[in-house]
Protein backbone atom coordinates (compact mmCIF):
# COMPACT_ATOMS: atom_id res chain seq x y z
CA UNK A 1 0.00 0.00 0.00
CA UNK A 2 2.45 2.46 1.05
CA UNK A 3 4.26 1.70 -2.91
CA UNK A 4 1.05 3.50 -3.67
CA UNK A 5 0.77 6.52 -1.74
CA UNK A 6 4.33 7.13 -2.42
CA UNK A 7 3.72 6.74 -6.17
CA UNK A 8 0.51 9.74 -5.77
CA UNK A 9 2.51 11.82 -3.31
CA UNK A 10 5.44 11.88 -5.71
CA UNK A 11 2.99 12.98 -9.26
CA UNK A 12 1.51 15.61 -7.18
CA UNK A 13 5.01 17.24 -6.01
CA UNK A 14 5.38 17.25 -9.91
CA UNK A 15 2.13 18.55 -10.79
CA UNK A 16 3.07 21.60 -8.46
CA UNK A 17 6.34 22.22 -9.35
CA UNK A 18 5.44 22.29 -12.46
CA UNK A 19 9.67 21.11 -14.23
CA UNK A 20 10.40 22.04 -17.43
CA UNK A 21 11.74 20.46 -19.73
CA UNK A 22 9.04 18.02 -19.72
CA UNK A 23 11.69 15.11 -18.76
CA UNK A 24 10.33 14.13 -15.45
CA UNK A 25 6.94 14.23 -16.93
CA UNK A 26 8.10 11.56 -19.16
CA UNK A 27 10.10 9.55 -16.42
CA UNK A 28 6.70 9.17 -15.13
CA UNK A 29 5.18 7.58 -17.48
CA UNK A 30 7.70 5.38 -18.66
CA UNK A 31 7.51 4.46 -15.26
CA UNK A 32 3.92 4.06 -14.71
CA UNK A 33 4.10 1.54 -17.99
CA UNK A 34 6.57 -0.37 -16.48
CA UNK A 35 4.94 -0.75 -13.32
CA UNK A 36 1.75 -2.43 -15.14
CA UNK A 37 4.14 -4.19 -17.15
CA UNK A 38 6.61 -6.16 -15.50
CA UNK A 39 3.25 -6.71 -12.49
CA UNK A 40 3.44 -10.44 -11.52
CA UNK A 41 -0.09 -12.06 -12.01
CA UNK A 42 -0.80 -11.65 -8.15
CA UNK A 43 -1.14 -7.65 -8.80
CA UNK A 44 -4.55 -7.38 -9.91
CA UNK A 45 -7.50 -8.71 -9.35
CA UNK A 46 -7.93 -10.23 -12.92
CA UNK A 47 -4.63 -10.50 -13.83
CA UNK A 48 -4.44 -14.65 -13.87
CA UNK A 49 -7.57 -14.41 -15.43
CA UNK A 50 -6.17 -11.96 -18.13
CA UNK A 51 -3.37 -14.43 -18.01
CA UNK A 52 -4.77 -17.54 -18.94
CA UNK A 53 -7.08 -16.07 -21.24
CA UNK A 54 -3.56 -14.65 -23.07
CA UNK A 55 -2.20 -18.48 -23.38
CA UNK A 56 -5.81 -19.71 -24.13
CA UNK A 57 -6.49 -17.23 -27.40
CA UNK A 58 -2.80 -17.63 -28.74
CA UNK A 59 -2.79 -21.42 -28.41
CA UNK A 60 -6.25 -22.34 -29.70
CA UNK A 61 -8.50 -19.45 -30.38
CA UNK A 62 -11.33 -17.42 -29.38
CA UNK A 63 -12.16 -17.41 -25.77
CA UNK A 64 -15.60 -16.48 -24.30
CA UNK A 65 -17.19 -13.28 -24.70
CA UNK A 66 -14.76 -11.24 -24.85
CA UNK A 67 -14.41 -8.36 -27.49
CA UNK A 68 -13.08 -9.47 -30.85
CA UNK A 69 -10.61 -6.44 -30.54
CA UNK A 70 -9.11 -7.32 -27.54
CA UNK A 71 -8.50 -10.95 -28.67
CA UNK A 72 -6.64 -9.63 -31.72
CA UNK A 73 -4.56 -8.01 -29.54
CA UNK A 74 -3.13 -11.32 -28.32
CA UNK A 75 -3.08 -12.51 -31.13
CA UNK A 76 -0.74 -9.86 -32.75
CA UNK A 77 1.46 -10.31 -29.65
CA UNK A 78 1.07 -13.78 -29.90
CA UNK A 79 3.19 -13.96 -32.85
CA UNK A 80 6.13 -12.33 -31.24
CA UNK A 81 6.25 -13.41 -27.87
CA UNK A 82 4.35 -15.89 -25.58
CA UNK A 83 5.62 -13.88 -22.70
CA UNK A 84 2.28 -12.53 -20.58
CA UNK A 85 4.66 -9.76 -19.34
CA UNK A 86 5.23 -8.49 -22.43
CA UNK A 87 1.75 -8.42 -23.37
CA UNK A 88 1.36 -6.57 -20.55
CA UNK A 89 3.91 -4.19 -21.24
CA UNK A 90 1.98 -3.65 -24.71
CA UNK A 91 -1.61 -3.11 -23.10
CA UNK A 92 0.07 -0.55 -20.71
CA UNK A 93 1.72 1.20 -23.36
CA UNK A 94 -1.88 1.40 -25.17
CA UNK A 95 -3.27 2.60 -22.42
CA UNK A 96 -0.76 5.20 -21.64
CA UNK A 97 0.31 7.15 -24.53
CA UNK A 98 -3.30 7.76 -25.94
CA UNK A 99 -4.09 9.67 -22.98
CA UNK A 100 -0.57 11.35 -23.05
CA UNK A 101 -1.22 12.39 -26.71
CA UNK A 102 -4.67 14.10 -25.98
CA UNK A 103 -2.91 15.87 -22.54
CA UNK A 104 -0.27 17.21 -24.86
CA UNK A 105 -3.22 18.99 -26.92
CA UNK A 106 -5.63 19.89 -24.66
CA UNK A 107 -4.54 19.85 -21.05
CA UNK A 108 -2.92 23.30 -19.74
CA UNK A 109 -0.93 20.85 -17.43
CA UNK A 110 0.19 17.42 -18.30
CA UNK A 111 1.66 16.69 -14.94
CA UNK A 112 -1.36 17.71 -13.12
CA UNK A 113 -3.71 15.89 -15.88
CA UNK A 114 -1.53 12.85 -14.53
CA UNK A 115 -1.57 12.96 -10.95
CA UNK A 116 -5.52 13.14 -11.55
CA UNK A 117 -5.44 10.49 -13.78
CA UNK A 118 -3.76 8.41 -10.59
CA UNK A 119 -6.01 10.57 -7.69
CA UNK A 120 -8.99 9.05 -9.41
CA UNK A 121 -7.91 5.66 -9.23
CA UNK A 122 -7.77 4.80 -12.85
CA UNK A 123 -4.10 3.61 -13.21
CA UNK A 124 -4.81 1.27 -10.40
CA UNK A 125 -8.35 0.10 -12.02
CA UNK A 126 -6.10 -0.19 -15.21
CA UNK A 127 -4.40 -2.93 -13.38
CA UNK A 128 -7.48 -5.00 -13.06
CA UNK A 129 -10.03 -4.10 -15.81
CA UNK A 130 -7.59 -3.67 -18.52
CA UNK A 131 -10.14 -4.04 -21.49
CA UNK A 132 -12.33 -0.94 -20.04
CA UNK A 133 -9.24 1.14 -19.11
CA UNK A 134 -7.53 0.81 -22.97
CA UNK A 135 -10.90 1.28 -24.25
CA UNK A 136 -11.50 4.48 -21.91
CA UNK A 137 -7.60 5.73 -23.37
CA UNK A 138 -9.12 5.55 -26.96
CA UNK A 139 -12.30 6.95 -26.16
CA UNK A 140 -10.41 9.98 -24.58
CA UNK A 141 -8.79 10.38 -28.39
CA UNK A 142 -11.78 10.48 -29.92
CA UNK A 143 -13.25 13.47 -28.01
CA UNK A 144 -10.54 15.26 -29.03
CA UNK A 145 -11.76 14.68 -32.49
CA UNK A 146 -15.10 15.62 -31.85
CA UNK A 147 -13.38 18.78 -30.16
CA UNK A 148 -11.93 19.66 -33.73
CA UNK A 149 -15.33 18.70 -34.96
CA UNK A 150 -14.06 15.25 -36.86
CA UNK A 151 -17.28 13.87 -36.22
CA UNK A 152 -15.75 10.82 -39.06
CA UNK A 153 -12.48 10.27 -36.75
CA UNK A 154 -14.76 10.76 -33.77
CA UNK A 155 -17.06 7.46 -34.99
CA UNK A 156 -13.85 5.46 -35.84
CA UNK A 157 -12.04 5.54 -32.49
CA UNK A 158 -15.56 4.58 -30.76
CA UNK A 159 -16.03 1.69 -32.95
CA UNK A 160 -12.03 0.78 -31.94
CA UNK A 161 -12.94 1.28 -28.55
CA UNK A 162 -16.23 -0.66 -28.32
CA UNK A 163 -14.15 -3.93 -30.34
CA UNK A 164 -12.07 -3.39 -26.85
CA UNK A 165 -14.71 -3.03 -24.72
CA UNK A 166 -18.79 -2.84 -25.41
CA UNK A 167 -19.13 -0.31 -22.84
CA UNK A 168 -17.54 2.65 -25.23
CA UNK A 169 -20.56 2.53 -27.55
CA UNK A 170 -22.50 4.48 -25.15
CA UNK A 171 -20.39 7.71 -25.39
CA UNK A 172 -22.13 8.00 -29.07
CA UNK A 173 -24.84 9.99 -27.28
CA UNK A 174 -21.89 12.63 -27.05
CA UNK A 175 -23.13 13.61 -30.81
CA UNK A 176 -26.19 14.83 -29.19
CA UNK A 177 -24.80 16.77 -26.14
CA UNK A 178 -23.56 19.77 -27.62
CA UNK A 179 -26.52 21.51 -27.74
CA UNK A 180 -27.29 20.42 -24.15
CA UNK A 181 -27.42 23.55 -21.86
CA UNK A 182 -25.64 23.90 -18.57
CA UNK A 183 -25.18 26.95 -16.94
CA UNK A 184 -28.64 27.02 -15.62
CA UNK A 185 -27.74 25.90 -11.58
CA UNK A 186 -31.17 24.95 -11.11
CA UNK A 187 -31.41 22.44 -13.81
CA UNK A 188 -27.76 21.22 -12.80
CA UNK A 189 -29.15 20.91 -9.44
CA UNK A 190 -32.33 19.12 -10.31
CA UNK A 191 -31.08 16.90 -12.24
CA UNK A 192 -28.21 15.72 -10.03
CA UNK A 193 -30.98 15.15 -6.97
CA UNK A 194 -33.41 13.29 -8.76
CA UNK A 195 -29.87 11.05 -10.56
CA UNK A 196 -29.14 10.22 -7.27
CA UNK A 197 -33.16 9.45 -6.41
CA UNK A 198 -33.62 6.90 -9.32
CA UNK A 199 -29.99 5.42 -8.00
CA UNK A 200 -31.63 4.03 -4.91
CA UNK A 201 -34.57 2.24 -6.95
CA UNK A 202 -35.11 -0.88 -8.46
CA UNK A 203 -34.83 0.93 -11.87
CA UNK A 204 -31.97 -0.94 -12.44
CA UNK A 205 -33.67 -4.11 -13.31
CA UNK A 206 -35.10 -2.65 -16.17
CA UNK A 207 -31.92 -2.99 -17.86
CA UNK A 208 -30.89 -6.49 -17.35
CA UNK A 209 -31.90 -8.14 -20.09
CA UNK A 210 -29.24 -6.23 -22.07
CA UNK A 211 -26.59 -6.83 -20.58
CA UNK A 212 -25.72 -9.77 -22.33
CA UNK A 213 -22.17 -11.32 -21.45
CA UNK A 214 -22.09 -8.62 -18.64
CA UNK A 215 -25.02 -9.74 -16.73
CA UNK A 216 -23.03 -11.00 -14.20
CA UNK A 217 -22.13 -7.66 -13.13
CA UNK A 218 -26.35 -7.26 -12.78
CA UNK A 219 -25.66 -7.54 -8.91
CA UNK A 220 -26.92 -6.25 -5.69
CA UNK A 221 -24.73 -6.39 -2.58
CA UNK A 222 -26.29 -4.43 -0.55
CA UNK A 223 -23.34 -3.52 1.95
CA UNK A 224 -21.13 -2.79 -0.98
CA UNK A 225 -23.59 -0.37 -3.02
CA UNK A 226 -24.42 1.66 -0.17
CA UNK A 227 -20.82 2.92 0.42
CA UNK A 228 -20.71 3.00 -3.44
CA UNK A 229 -23.59 5.21 -3.04
CA UNK A 230 -22.25 7.24 -0.41
CA UNK A 231 -19.31 7.89 -2.91
CA UNK A 232 -21.52 8.91 -5.82
CA UNK A 233 -22.95 11.81 -3.36
CA UNK A 234 -19.58 12.66 -2.65
CA UNK A 235 -18.57 13.04 -5.61
CA UNK A 236 -22.13 14.69 -7.13
CA UNK A 237 -20.80 17.31 -4.38
CA UNK A 238 -17.53 17.92 -5.72
CA UNK A 239 -18.98 17.78 -8.77
CA UNK A 240 -21.36 21.02 -8.48
CA UNK A 241 -18.51 22.45 -6.22
CA UNK A 242 -15.91 22.60 -9.59
CA UNK A 243 -19.82 23.87 -10.96
CA UNK A 244 -19.92 26.72 -9.17
CA UNK A 245 -16.15 27.59 -9.18
CA UNK A 246 -15.82 27.59 -12.85
CA UNK A 247 -16.43 30.21 -14.99
CA UNK A 248 -19.49 30.23 -17.97
CA UNK A 249 -17.12 29.59 -20.90
CA UNK A 250 -15.54 26.28 -19.15
CA UNK A 251 -19.07 25.38 -18.34
CA UNK A 252 -20.65 25.70 -21.81
CA UNK A 253 -18.03 23.85 -23.60
CA UNK A 254 -18.34 20.08 -24.37
CA UNK A 255 -15.85 18.81 -21.78
CA UNK A 256 -18.25 20.17 -19.38
CA UNK A 257 -20.93 18.46 -20.77
CA UNK A 258 -19.77 15.07 -20.91
CA UNK A 259 -18.26 15.33 -17.33
CA UNK A 260 -22.20 16.00 -16.21
CA UNK A 261 -23.29 13.34 -18.34
CA UNK A 262 -20.95 10.92 -16.96
CA UNK A 263 -21.93 11.96 -13.05
CA UNK A 264 -25.54 11.25 -13.37
CA UNK A 265 -25.17 7.63 -15.51
CA UNK A 266 -22.31 7.34 -12.00
CA UNK A 267 -26.02 7.82 -10.39
CA UNK A 268 -28.64 6.71 -12.03
CA UNK A 269 -26.93 3.28 -12.67
CA UNK A 270 -25.30 3.15 -8.74
CA UNK A 271 -26.65 -0.43 -8.62
CA UNK A 272 -25.25 -1.88 -11.77
CA UNK A 273 -21.28 -2.24 -12.28
CA UNK A 274 -21.93 -2.10 -15.70
CA UNK A 275 -23.44 1.20 -15.28
CA UNK A 276 -20.10 2.41 -13.48
CA UNK A 277 -18.50 1.24 -16.36
CA UNK A 278 -20.36 3.00 -18.82
CA UNK A 279 -20.07 5.90 -16.60
CA UNK A 280 -15.88 5.86 -16.89
CA UNK A 281 -15.96 6.59 -20.47
CA UNK A 282 -17.33 9.91 -19.58
CA UNK A 283 -15.66 10.72 -16.68
CA UNK A 284 -12.07 10.34 -17.57
CA UNK A 285 -12.73 14.01 -19.71
CA UNK A 286 -11.94 15.48 -15.83
CA UNK A 287 -8.09 14.88 -16.38
CA UNK A 288 -7.95 17.60 -19.18
CA UNK A 289 -10.77 19.31 -17.51
CA UNK A 290 -9.87 19.96 -14.13
CA UNK A 291 -6.31 21.10 -15.02
CA UNK A 292 -8.22 24.42 -16.32
CA UNK A 293 -10.24 24.98 -13.26
CA UNK A 294 -7.14 24.97 -11.53
CA UNK A 295 -5.88 27.67 -13.40
CA UNK A 296 -5.70 31.08 -12.03
CA UNK A 297 -4.95 32.37 -8.05
CA UNK A 298 -8.57 32.87 -7.91
CA UNK A 299 -8.81 29.24 -7.43
CA UNK A 300 -6.81 28.86 -4.85
CA UNK A 301 -8.83 27.65 -1.82
CA UNK A 302 -11.06 25.85 -4.36
CA UNK A 303 -8.03 23.89 -5.69
CA UNK A 304 -7.05 23.01 -2.34
CA UNK A 305 -10.54 21.46 -1.39
CA UNK A 306 -10.61 19.53 -4.98
CA UNK A 307 -6.48 18.34 -4.14
CA UNK A 308 -8.11 16.91 -0.66
CA UNK A 309 -11.09 15.08 -2.10
CA UNK A 310 -8.76 13.67 -5.09
CA UNK A 311 -6.03 12.60 -2.50
CA UNK A 312 -9.11 11.57 0.14
CA UNK A 313 -10.68 9.71 -2.83
CA UNK A 314 -7.61 7.50 -3.57
CA UNK A 315 -6.66 6.72 -0.25
CA UNK A 316 -10.30 5.13 0.37
CA UNK A 317 -9.72 3.07 -2.83
CA UNK A 318 -6.49 2.26 -1.37
CA UNK A 319 -7.29 1.28 2.15
CA UNK A 320 -10.04 -1.52 1.03
CA UNK A 321 -7.52 -2.25 -1.57
CA UNK A 322 -10.12 -1.98 -4.34
CA UNK A 323 -8.64 -3.85 -7.75
CA UNK A 324 -6.33 -5.62 -5.34
CA UNK A 325 -3.57 -4.30 -6.32
CA UNK A 326 -1.06 -4.80 -3.23
CA UNK A 327 1.25 -6.31 -1.88
CA UNK A 328 2.89 -5.33 -5.36
CA UNK A 329 5.43 -7.37 -6.57
CA UNK A 330 7.16 -6.51 -10.12
CA UNK A 331 9.09 -8.87 -12.02
CA UNK A 332 11.39 -6.21 -13.75
CA UNK A 333 14.54 -6.81 -12.04
CA UNK A 334 14.25 -10.49 -13.02
CA UNK A 335 14.29 -9.38 -16.62
CA UNK A 336 17.04 -7.13 -15.90
CA UNK A 337 19.30 -9.75 -15.01
CA UNK A 338 19.05 -8.40 -11.09
Avoid at 130 to 152: G, H, P, T
Avoid at 216 to 222: E, G, L, V
Wanted: hydrophobic share 50%; net charge positive.
Amino acid sequence: MLFWIFILIILFILAKIRVKPNTLYHISLISLILIAGFRTISVGTDTLTYNLMFLEDISIGYYGYVEKGWVYLEKLAGQFTSDYNMFLCLISTLTICPLAFVWNKYSTNKQLSLFIYFATYYYCMSLNIMRQCLAMSIILVAYKFILENKKLYFLLFVLIASQIHTSAFFVLPVFFIERLKITNPKFVYATIFLSLVIGITPFYQLFSSFTGGYNNYMQDSRSSFYLFYLSNIAYSMIFLFVYNKSNEELKSGLLFKIYFIGVIILNVFSQIKTGTRIAYNYTIVQTILLPFFFQGKQNLNAEKILTTYLISYFMVMILKNSAEIYPYDTLLFEYLGF
